[in-house]
C-alpha cells in the first residue's frame, strides 16, 4: 500500500532500499522476512515520504507526509544517505558482486548530489 501511494515499482522500491524485487514481492505477499530487511524496506519507504500509522482500533495504515522540504529536513537526509552509503569496492576481482557494488555506489552519490543541490537551492531561496 505504502509503495503504491508513492507511485513505485517494485524494482524501484527494492533500488532504494538496497534488496533486490523478489524480497520486495515477498513482503507483499506476507512472507516473513529477516527483521532487518523489513527495516531497510520501511526505511526506504519513510525516506521517499510515506508516515506509518499506528493501530488505532480501524487497522494500521500509511499516509504520505507533508512535502514541505526544509534545509534542516534536507540536511537530514544528506546525513542518513552518508551514513548507510554503500561502501567503496575493495580491491577484489571484477565479478557480477562487484560490479552490483560499483552501481550502488554511483547511485548513492547521484542521490547525494541531487539532495545537496536541492538544499543549496533551498538555502538560496532563503536568503532572497
Given at each position: 500500500m505504502a509503495r503504491v501511494a508513492l507511485g513505485l515499482g517494485v524494482r524501484e522500491l527494492a533500488e532504494l532500499a538496497h534488496v533486490s524485487p523478489d524480497t520486495v514481492a515477498r513482503l507483499e505477499r506476507g512472507e516473513a522476512?529477516?527483521?532487518?530487511?523489513v527495516d531497510a524496506i520501511r526505511a526506504a519507504l519513510e525516506t521517499a515520504?510515506?508516515?506509518f500509522?499506528?493501530?488505532?482500533?480501524?487497522?494500521?495504515?500509511?499516509?504520505?507526509?507533508?512535502?514541505?522540504?526544509?534545509?534542516?529536513?534536507?540536511?537530514?537526509?544528506?546525513?542518513?544517505?552518508k551514513a548507510d552509503m554503500t561502501p567503496e569496492p575493495d580491491n577484489e576481482?571484477?565479478?557480477?558482486?562487484?560490479?552490483?557494488?560499483?552501481?550502488r555506489r554511483a547511485h548513492d552519490q547521484n542521490e547525494l548530489v541531487e539532495l545537496k543541490n536541492?538544499?543549496?537551492k533551498?538555502?538560496?531561496?532563503?536568503?532572497e
Open positions: 522476512l529477516k527483521e532487518r530487511t515520504g510515506v508516515e500509522i499506528p493501530e488505532n482500533g480501524g487497522g494500521a495504515g500509511v499516509r504520505l507526509k507533508e512535502r514541505s522540504e526544509t534545509v534542516a529536513n534536507l540536511t537530514g537526509q544528506i546525513d542518513a544517505l576481482k571484477p565479478s557480477p558482486k562487484r560490479g552490483m557494488k560499483q552501481l536541492r538544499r543549496a533551498l538555502r538560496k531561496e532563503e536568503k
